[in-house]
């Protein structure tokens, strides 16, 4: 008897490929059925549809490798249709566009939001995200800078001394 009820609720429940599950489609039915008492009935169905998520992450490089704090730009479309099942006509709708730039320090393990989501926290506002390799740019620079005019000069030097021993 149990292996009869585990079965008869497993083709209740099972989704089939493109469609839902019977016990969903019975009970969205009878939900939606007009013959209802008013506090049972329901009065608009919400249909919503993700129409384009998008993300990018950019990070500055560098000569010292990849950057310690990276930004995640976000971007989300999706419409929206409010229908009365009573007549079946659709009475709202729409289109909502967001965008968001997540800016992570990796370090520090903190974030900043341009537009903060409801229910995470702002690093400070006199907090910067820094980034650790910012510090050592300048100084890499100038020692790759010295390092090619060093390389320059000890290669014209040794031309030089090869055409001086060439013509002795």
Excluded: C
């Amino acid at each position: 008897m149990i292996a009869e009820i585990d079965a008869a609720v497993t083709g209740l429940t099972a989704v089939p490929e493109g469609g839902e599950a019977p016990l969903f489609t019975a009970a969205r039915r009878e939900r939606l059925d007009p013959t209802l008492p008013s506090a049972d009935a329901v009065t608009h169905v919400l249909y919503v549809n993700v129409d384009a998520l998008a993300t990018d992450t950019v990070t500055r490089r560098s000569l010292l490798g990849a950057s310690g704090v990276v930004r995640f730009l976000t971007a989300g479309n999706a419409s929206w249709l409010l229908l009365d099942p009573a007549t079946g006509a659709v009475t709202a709708g729409g289109q909502e566009s967001l965008a968001d730039l997540l800016t992570l320090g990796l370090t520090m393990g903190k974030a900043k939001y341009a537009d903060l989501p409801t229910g995470l926290t702002k690093a400070g506002d006199d907090e910067q995200l820094i980034d650790p390799l910012e510090q050592l740019e300048t100084p890499a620079r100038y020692l790759v800078a010295a390092l090619a005019v060093f390389l320059a000069l000890a290669g014209v030097l040794s031309l030089v001394a090869a055409i001086v021993l060439a013509f002795r």
